[in-house]
């Protein structure tokens, strides 16, 4: 990921990246619950 950054060559596309747009999706998902749970369980 950093060489392909660093040789000027990047990956463009959904599926080219699709481990990180995945990984993206798992992180909000997460923090959207955590915040969401935080917000309903704090008056």
């Known amino acids: ?3 392909n950054y660093l ?3 990047a990956k463009l596309g ?3 990246n699709a ?3 995945s990984l993206l999706v ?3 998902a997460l ?3 955590v915040v ?3 917000n ?3 008056p």
């Open 1 to 3: 990921m950093a060489r």
């Open 7 to 9: 040789a000027g060559t």
């Open 14 to 16: 959904l599926r080219a």
């Open 19 to 21: 481990a990180q747009f």
């Open 26 to 28: 798992a992180v909000n």
């Open 31 to 33: 923090v959207g619950g």
């Open 36 to 38: 969401g749970a935080r």
């Open 40 to 42: 309903t369980s704090t």
